[in-house]
């Protein structure tokens, strides 16, 4: 199984984990961005390497911690939404609750229709 989507380390510790068939990133923070890299900005989490190109926004979504919820959230930043398993796509800023451990299918933790 690979590491990291994009340039994370090969660290196996962290705070959660992201995994799908072929990859896994774990949180070293308590907020990771995920999105594309460009010349100008990079993610924690390159998603361009899983499809989607131009669809995908350099700065897409983020997961963190909500300490007053004490749990993992999403908030949607790209203007394409997106969607995680088979949830339907959110909207635009509109955070949803994560309270298992995310996880990935298709090798698409997060991904454009």
């Known amino acids: 199984m690979a590491s990291a989507v994009g340039g994370g380390s090969d660290v196996e510790v962290g705070f959660a984990k992201l995994q799908g068939e072929d ?3 774990y949180m070293q923070s ?7 890299n460009s010349k100008k900005s990079t993610v924690d989490v390159d998603l361009s390497s899983l499809g989607g190109g131009m669809n995908i926004s350099r700065n897409h979504a983020r997961i963190f911690y909500d300490f007053t919820r004490r ?8 203007k394409n939404g997106c969607f995680v398993l088979s ?13 298992q451990k995310p996880k990935a299918s298709d ?7």
Do not use: A, Q, W
């Open 87 to 99: 949830d339907p796509k959110r909207m635009r800023g509109e955070d949803k609750p994560r309270e």
């Open 23 to 25: 990859f896994e990133y």
């Open 107 to 113: 090798n698409k933790p997060v991904m454009n229709e």
């Open 71 to 78: 749990r993992f959230s999403l908030e949607v930043l790209g």
């Open 30 to 36: 308590y907020s990771i961005m995920l999105g594309r």
